[in-house]
Nanobody, 125 residues
């Protein structure tokens, strides 16, 4: 069973930054898609960023391009989400996810099937 371990959420003022971390088991990390999703109260969960760990190709939702960066550290089996210039509308529960996804297109958000527990991001104005 794949288990993901998340950390890094917190409360920041608008314009602030956070770095979220997600660690995956070493026997499943290589050559998979890993992604970050978020869910605001009353809204559906949405994919915000994905990365193919076998080559580093990244994907972003339009709403976060230029502000969020997904990256990986293969030595630590860890994927990060650097979130900058945070806006109140960025607030919500952020989830790490993983999966073996067709053609390694990691923006196929509906195809992720392993999930972390979530980490809360709060943004005050």
């Amino acid at each position: 069973q794949v288990r993901l371990v998340e950390s890094g959420g917190g409360s920041v003022q608008a314009g602030g930054s956070l770095r979220l971390s997600c660690a995956a088991p070493g026997d499943t990390y290589s050559s998979i898609c890993m992604g970050w999703f978020r869910q605001a109260p009353g809204k559906e969960r949405e994919g915000v960023a994905g990365i193919y760990t076998g080559g580093g190709r990244t994907y972003y939702a339009d709403s976060v391009k230029g502000r969020f960066t997904i990256s990986q550290d293969n030595a630590k089996n860890t994927v990060y989400l650097q979130v900058n210039s945070l806006k109140p509308e960025d607030a919500g529960m952020y989830y790490c996810a993983a999966g073996w996804i067709w053609r390694n297109i990691c923006s196929r958000w509906d195809d992720y099937n392993y999930w972390g527990q979530g980490t809360q991001v709060t943004v005050s104005s």
